[in-house]
């Protein structure tokens, strides 16, 4: 009898080895971003901040977040630590990082390394680019009525002959040639240069990391590093799912208001955040 259970117990002690500790222990958690990290310039500090939910319902609260950073180009890194702030199981932490370019993020808490959308940081200063001048500006308007002003004084002066109009003339070139100058001389008003825009879909893919939901959801646009990452998949594939719209709002906004017992938390997504995922999801 005990022969016949020894192949059994191997095969149960190989699937055990085979699972993650924390997963084991029931060990895992959900990290959501409060928001998407808005313009990045280097050098300048930025406040991240995220929830922590185990089994991604119970806040956890007495833990010592960390969050990684590396710059893909040179390979620098940067780790700070995040405290309580607000709320059980809310953390902040303030991020500088120091280079142009794109930087690989992630945030480490209750045994969960969460990678988070990549940030592109710029420069810490303003990009101007020239832009096009008013048709009128004052130094124009100015030489306009130095023209007007000669012509007038020309008229005058072969009418009558005085000359008072004589100097009014050359008063008027005079007026009207440092003034065109001072037009054609003008700098340009400086113009910030726009950020690239991105689509509601594109901001949809990245709150659907940023927000947790690749824990418990695979999807085919979104890359899981099984190395790092903790994947329950207790929900499922979304990779070829779509809803009504409307519907799937208020699916984000409030799970529980349309299946009760459902395991999926209410994320207190803004209503920004569910028309953008609700486009990643709905996308073909």
């Not at 832009?131 to 009418?159: D, I």
């Not at 990452?229 to 070829?240: A, K, R």
């Not at 349309?258 to 028309?275: C, G, H, N, R, V």
Request: charged share 15%; proline share 8%.
């Amino acid at each position: 009898m005990f022969r016949r259970l020894i192949p059994f117990l191997l095969i149960t002690g190989l699937i055990a080895l085979a699972l993650p500790a924390p997963t084991l222990a029931g060990g895992w958690a959900v990290i959501t971003l409060d928001e998407l990290p808005a313009q990045v310039n280097a050098g300048q500090p930025i406040v991240v901040g995220f929830t922590v939910l185990q089994h991604g319902k119970t806040p956890l609260e007495d833990l010592s977040p960390t969050i990684s950073a590396r710059h893909t180009a040179t390979g620098e890194s940067i780790i700070v630590t995040a405290k309580p702030e607000g709320e059980i199981g809310h953390y902040t932490a303030t991020l500088a990082l120091p280079r142009t370019g794109t930087w690989a993020w992630s945030i480490q808490a209750f045994n969960m390394d969460q990678p988070m959308p990549p940030l592109s940081v710029l420069t810490g200063t303003t990009v101007d680019v020239p832009s096009p001048q008013p048709a009128l500006t004052l130094p124009l308007v100015v030489g306009f009525l130095g023209l007007f002003g000669t012509a007038g004084a020309l008229w005058v002066l072969l009418r009558k002959r005085v000359r008072w109009a004589l100097a009014l003339a050359i008063a008027g070139v005079i007026v009207s040639g440092v003034s065109f100058t001072s037009a054609a001389s003008r700098p340009a008003e400086p113009k910030s240069l726009a950020l690239v825009t991105v689509t509601p879909q594109e901001i949809g893919q990245s709150l659907f990391l940023a927000k947790g939901c690749v824990t418990c959801h695979a999807h085919q646009e979104i890359q899981r590093d099984k190395d790092r990452m903790i994947f329950v998949d207790t929900g499922p594939n979304l990779s070829n799912f779509s809803a009504d719209p409307e519907y799937l709002r208020r699916w984000l906004m409030n799970p529980a208001s349309i299946k009760p017992t459902t395991e999926m938390p209410a994320l207190q997504l803004s209503d920004s955040e569910i028309d953008a995922l609700t486009a990643f999801l709905n996308a073909k």
